[in-house]
C-alpha cells in the first residue's frame, strides 16, 4: 500500500522558511517522479515542483522559482521541499505527489505576519 506522510508545515512570518518532509513507503521510491503540490483554501490544486527519480533534475512553477527547492534522499526514502522567502500566497495545504497522483494528508503552511 502507497503511504506518503508529509510534515514540517506550520505557521511563519512573510520572508520566513520552512522545510518540509515527505516520508514515502509502499513502492520503489527511487524510480519515481516526485511531485509537491498545493491547494489554498478556495482555490484549485497547483503544481509547485517536481524531480526525477534519480534527483538530477528538477521544475518549479514560476511563482515559486528562485525560493523553493526540490530534494530527495533515495537512501531514506524522502522528498524534501525547501521554502524560504515565504510569502503570504504561499498559504495552503501542501502535499506530496507520486507520478500516478497518489498523494499524503498535506501539511498547512500559512504565511502570516
Known amino acids: 500500500e502507497v503511504q506518503l506522510v508529509e510534515s514540517g508545515g506550520g505557521l511563519v512570518q512573510p520572508g520566513g522558511s520552512l522545510r518540509l518532509s515527505c516520508a514515502a513507503s509502499?513502492?520503489?521510491?527511487?524510480?519515481?517522479?516526485m511531485s509537491w503540490v498545493r491547494q489554498a483554501p478556495g482555490k484549485g490544486q497547483e503544481w509547485v515542483s517536481s524531480i526525477v527519480a534519480g534527483g538530477d533534475s528538477t521544475t518549479y512553477a514560476n511563482s515559486v522559482k528562485g525560493r523553493f527547492t526540490i530534494s530527495r534522499d533515495n537512501a531514506k526514502n524522502t522528498l524534501f521541499l525547501q521554502m524560504n522567502d515565504l510569502k503570504s500566497e504561499d498559504t495552503a495545504v501542501y502535499y506530496c505527489?507520486?507520478?500516478?497522483?497518489?498523494r499524503g494528508q498535506g501539511t498547512q503552511v500559512t504565511v502570516s505576519s
Open positions: 509502499g513502492f520503489i521510491f527511487n524510480t519515481v517522479t
Open positions: 505527489r507520486t507520478v500516478w497522483g497518489s
